[in-house]
């Protein structure tokens, strides 16, 4: 067990490092001059010559790299140019609303998924089965930011019930909340397709064992015995998707908070690259392969509390 | 014959409409797609424009036309370009096996921690938008994709009969790879490219609805629907063929790359 999570963890700290050497290269030593993309065609080479010296840009690579990345570990990811303040304040400004998003839509998506997964399962063969896997495998090519469009289309032009997008703040809790629904709902919608075909893929193999067959054998009603030993048997496949989907959900909060107008991280990040401030873009991509690094990781921990018997193997 | 599976036939269906209409498109098109005319704007379905016009007077079908060929040259070059490295490297690893097999295992877990989006974003900021980063992004995350597919299918292969029987007569690894285990691992790769172009399909159309992809005066399902949302209050129908289109795309790709994985490999369906 100890040495299982040793060796997790070792890799996981490599990859991390793996992909801050990626994203740094990306950014920084593919040809082109960064201080030519910020300032642009018609920059003075005086100017070109200041924001060098102002970016670090004439000290070595690898210093550079390990300032860089010595500065992140503290949380100082340097100075935007667009907005003249460090890229540290402007993160934290919006991590919350990313967050939010995030943590609301994967919620969703968990009982959105789960209840329906489950449903079909135990419908299976049945009108409800087919109904329910009819829909999700249609959910799984519908892109999240066209059903966000049609969801505003009806609940925002057409109905007025909610506001097409846009975000009010913290400050006003209920105005803020409501202005949250419609891209949430969006953001679960297109993820819990997947999650529920595999839901019902994972309850089937489980109702096919015997120890289904005794507990309804021994009188245990249809709903127990779908959720407290169909459910939790059938959950590895489902966690291994959930970890893959959260990666997806915080990527597609990028795409989301862009339709909607939401002040987030991904919305900052499209104000970078308008801006041409890689300072601030560089930050964000870090800190989304980051997100997405860390929740495969927390993923492989989960397998062994779900799963004791991959203890062993691990 | 053994019936084929309705996934199958129902993608095969959906394919064909969506490909044939990207290919008619390169002879024919009811009017220039990017022809303006600003008197004729917001125009209602007719005889002369079936579905009617845009905010700029545009041909709606036209416009629709014009982005499924765009559509799916961006998926084919992206999966080629993306597929043919990952399944080099793939065969690499299987067939030397060793730290190499480790390394590029561990390079394609690397490459996971990209989403497409993260890394068009990446060549965005550095080169400015275009839909060539779009295509590299997209063939980027097909690499490791790939590369797994590869070489789960190919280490499987390495220990049949015929194969250690090869190399038992003195055949090196090249010409094995090249005689034995590509064609064995054919059918696998090809499903899962089938699948990965529904997956680019979708990644195209969120690139260019974001502004990372094609760029004015292309057409392509993303971006006209990034122009529609503007225009909900005025002409809603706008947003809602674009995302049609994608969703059949997308659709009869997926349903396809099932079926056919169903037809070759009647296990992994049941896995799955």
């Known amino acids: 067990m100890m040495y299982f999570l040793i060796r997790r963890t070792v890799g996981f700290i490599a990859t991390l490092i793996a992909v801050s050497i990626v994203v740094f290269a990306v950014m920084n030593i593919l040809p082109g001059d960064p201080a030519l993309t910020i300032l642009g065609m018609d920059a003075t080479d005086d100017a070109l010559a200041a924001l060098r010296e102002d970016l670090g840009l004439n000290e070595p690579l690898l210093a550079r790299y390990f300032g860089w990345v010595a500065g992140a570990l503290t949380g100082d990811f340097g100075l935007s140019h667009s907005f003249r303040v460090p890229v540290s304040e402007l993160i934290s400004e919006r991590l919350a609303m990313t967050i939010s998003l995030a943590v609301a839509g994967m919620l969703l998506t968990l009982l959105i998924a789960l209840s329906v997964g489950i449903y079909a399962a135990s419908r299976h063969g049945k009108a409800g089965d087919w109904v329910t896997m009819f829909i999700s495998q249609l959910g799984i090519a519908v892109p999240a930011f066209w059903l966000s469009i049609l969801l505003v289309l009806l609940f925002a032009v057409n109905l007025r019930w909610l506001p097409p997008g846009g975000f009010p703040g913290w400050s006003e809790p209920v105005a803020a909340m409501r202005s949250l629904i419609l891209p949430t709902v969006a953001l679960a919608l297109v993820q819990s397709a997947v999650l529920a075909r595999v839901t019902r893929s994972s309850a089937l193999e489980v109702m096919r064992q015997d120890f289904t067959r005794t507990a309804r054998a021994s009188g245990l009603s249809q709903r127990r015995i779908l959720w407290r030993h169909v459910l939790p048997n059938a959950l590895v496949p489902i966690v291994t998707i959930v970890g893959m989907q959260f990666a997806a959900l915080v990527t597609g909060t990028i795409v989301i908070e862009n339709v909607f107008y939401l002040p987030g991280l991904g919305r900052l990040i499209f104000q970078s690259i308008a801006n041409r401030d890689l300072p601030t873009v560089q930050a964000l991509v870090m800190l989304f392969a980051i997100i997405v690094v860390t929740a495969n990781f927390v993923v492989d921990l989960l397998y062994v509390l779900i799963d004791p018997r991959l203890k062993a193997r691990a | ?272």
């Open chain 2, 1 to 272: 014959m053994k019936s084929l599976p309705a996934n199958f036939v129902i993608g095969a269906v959906l394919v064909a409409l969506v490909v044939g209409v990207a290919g008619l498109s390169l002879i024919w098109t009811p009017h220039d797609p990017t022809a303006l005319n600003i008197r004729g704007k917001f125009g209602d379905p007719s005889a002369v424009n079936w579905l009617g016009t845009d905010q700029l007077g545009r041909d709606i079908v036209s416009q629709l036309m014009a982005a499924a060929r765009n559509s799916m040259t961006v998926a084919l070059v992206a999966v080629l370009l993306g597929g043919s490295i990952g399944v080099a490297l793939g065969l690499l690893a299987s067939a030397i096996g060793g730290w190499i097999e480790d390394g590029v295992m561990r390079l394609a877990d690397l490459g996971f921690a990209f989403p497409a989006l993260l890394f068009a974003i990446m060549l965005a900021a550095v080169f400015g938008p275009s839909l060539t980063n779009a295509v590299l992004a997209i063939a980027f995350i097909n690499i490791p994709i790939f590369a797994r597919v590869a070489r789960a299918s190919a280490n499987q292969i390495w220990t049949r009969e015929y194969v250690l029987a090869a190399r038992a007569a003195g055949m090196n690894k090249f010409t094995i790879t090249r005689d034995h285990i590509l064609p064995n691992i054919a059918a696998a790769v090809i499903v899962q490219a089938t699948i990965e172009f529904a997956v680019a399909i979708l990644a195209e159309a969120a690139l260019s609805y974001l502004g990372l992809g094609a760029q004015p005066p292309a057409s392509s399902w993303g971006r006209m629907l990034s122009e529609a949302q503007t225009l909900m209050y005025l002409a809603p129908e706008l947003a809602f063929y674009p995302g049609f289109c994608i969703v059949i795309a997308v659709l009869g790709f997926g349903l396809l790359g099932d079926g056919l994985r169903d037809i070759t490999d009647p296990r992994l369906a049941r896995a799955r």
